[in-house]
């Protein structure tokens, strides 16, 4: 399989989907790697790095997409990538389609097997490909809400860990998965006053064993959350529903309950966002006010450290990398069902239900719409 790596063109975006280290397992298997120049500086990987394992670098993105089968990536395909798609690729990415009807219709319109990285599933049904980059994004959040506290930035003006005779900040976080958890543990770790609501019980109860007593667990209702938001300086957002676009856990009119100058970090925005009030910024101009309360949403948080990004990123992607490269699609899913949930487009359609019902378009099953491409 010859397999391809642009480089990554969202702004702000620096790292990239293949390691000098995957180069090498690719070329050992006998598949071939097509590297765009330049594609693994961002996280200070050199081309030689990748030619020294057997690497081929072209010179720009078409080239890559003209040569390759199997195309990698980090963030969703821009525009000008949706345009050099073709049929007989097979695109390996993250893709947060639900909240994109346009990018859907586009990858629909290429003809492209389209395989998401978030909705690619383990046996216990978690989700292998997101975890190490809502890890990342987790701890992130809480680092960013504690920046933008700081007066000179537009914040509250108060420290997360207070200091003797001071109370500390209070921290809100609502959804207590792998973002949650990271967020909390930097949190504690600053000495906030920190409360991680979630809907799942079981969940809350691993959390409330990982957190020792050091933060609390609470079950998000409605009421819970408005109790708790006139007390929060710091609020993250950090809820999923696998595949679909994230619900809304503050509305708009709930906004006069926060403080003024309080912050919130919407990491769910690449779902769309879980308040209501936000809209996808960048790490250039990360935040906005509405209402006189701080707004962090930033759609690649992990882009920012890419050094660290890239190397949890592609640890966790690779045996799905060489599974795709070793036996296409059809053969991959066949082996490990949990990559059947990643296909979220094939021939034309669209693959996964709560991607189908984000966008409002209709559902095709995977095998029926991979059987339609291979007979085409
Ligand atoms: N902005 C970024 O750069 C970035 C980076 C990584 C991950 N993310 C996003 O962060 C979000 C969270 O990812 P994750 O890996 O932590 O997911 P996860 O599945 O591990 O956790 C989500 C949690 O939300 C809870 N939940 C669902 N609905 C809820 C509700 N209404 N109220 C309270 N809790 C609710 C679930 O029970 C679950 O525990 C995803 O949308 C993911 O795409 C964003």
Redesign the pocket.
Known sequence: MRVGVPTEIKPDEYRVAVTPAGVRELVERGHEVLIQAGAGLGSTISDHEYEAQGGRILPDAQAVFEEAELVLGVKEPQPQEVELLRPHHTLFTYL?LAPAPELTKGLCESGATCVAY?TVEDSDGR?PL??P??EV??KIATQAGAFFLEKPLGGRGVLLGGVPGVAAATVLV???????MHAAFIAIGMEADVFV????ID?LRQLDVAFGGRASTVY?STLAVEEMLPRADLVIG?????GAR??Y?IKRDQLKLIRKRAVLVD?????GGCFETSRPTTHSDPVYEVDGVTHYC?????GAVPVTSTFALTNATLPYVLALADHGVKGAIGRDPGLRPGVNVAAGGVTHPAVAEGVGMEFTPVDEALGAAQTA
Not at 238 to 242: D, N, P, S, Y
């Open positions: 947060h978030e989700l997101l975890a980059m809502s994004a987790g609502i959804g207590g998965g792998v973002v949650g609501f979630d809907r799942n969940r998000s950090a809820v999923l529903i696998h994230a619900p856990v990491v769910s925005i690449d779902q930033v759609t690649n948080m992990p």
